[in-house]
């Protein structure tokens, strides 16, 4: 089982339309979670954190943690056409010397 | 204006030559990482450090060497021992105290590839 789980995708959605991204981590002691984003050759940006059970909002972005489901994930209100990137899910865990474990990233179309 | 750089952006490597990756932030970081990222995956660690004289291996070490002598410099090699080292290679840095959320702010990248 990999560490971070994400749906490769592509995940294709409307312009205007919500995205909805999901993320899934194995260890249970992990205290940390991240939502970056990454266009085509660029490097990723950070979107999003978030450490506590619940939504936690930032303009059109909420990001959404259940540690008991050991579940995180990213809500894209009002996509729009430069919402179009991959979406790398990261946890700092327990593990490994409280390390930041990346997913393989979920790629988003917002179509126009 | 602050930030982290890296150098070159594009490097392109015979078979058996070692090449150096340049990563320079002025954020006064204290933490610095290098990963690797190839195509449909996520980044792994190659190599990170916490303070200056001092990192350790991470997940993917192996063909590869890094220094810290210099809170701002983190440079990576990668050595002949690195049998695929086609890649894009990201720096990182994140503060000492970033009220535990370790958030991992990225340099532009320099994207490796064997001739």
């Known amino acids: 089982q990999k560490e971070v789980e994400q749906n490769s995708g592509p995940l294709s959605v409307p312009e205007g339309a919500i995205a909805s991204l999901n993320c899934t981590y194995s260890?249970?002691?992990?205290?940390?979670f991240f939502w970056y984003r990454q266009y085509s050759g660029k490097s990723p940006e950070l979107i999003m954190f978030?450490?506590?059970?619940g939504d936690k909002e930032d303009g059109r972005f909420t990001a959404q943690l259940n540690k008991a489901s050991q579940y995180v994930s990213l809500l894209i209100r009002d996509s729009q056409p430069s919402d179009s990137a991959t979406y790398l899910c990261?946890?700092?865990?327990?593990?490994?010397?409280?390390?930041?474990?990346f997913g393989a990233g979920t790629r988003l179309f917002v179509k126009a | 204006d602050g930030g982290i750089t890296q150098s070159p952006k594009y490097l392109f490597r015979k078979e058996g030559q070692n090449v150096t990756l340049s990563c320079e932030q002025n954020?006064?970081?204290?933490?610095m990482y290098w990963y690797r990222q190839d195509p449909g995956q996520g980044l792994r660690l190659i190599y990170y450090s916490q303070i200056v004289n001092d990192f350790q291996k991470g997940d993917i070490a192996e063909g590869y060497s890094v220094s810290r002598e210099k809170k701002e410099s983190f440079p990576l090699t990668v050595t002949s021992a690195q049998k695929n080292p086609t890649a894009f290679y990201l720096c990182?840095?994140?503060?000492?105290?970033?009220?535990?959320?370790?958030?991992?702010?990225f340099g532009p990248g320099t994207r490796l590839t064997v001739l």
């Open positions: 990261a946890v700092k865990g327990r593990t490994g010397g409280f390390k930041t474990i």
């Open positions: 260890d249970r002691g992990s205290q940390s």
């Open positions: 978030i450490y506590s059970n």
């Open positions: 990182a840095s994140t503060p000492a105290d970033s009220g535990g959320t370790d958030t991992q702010y």
């Open positions: 954020l006064n970081h204290d933490a």
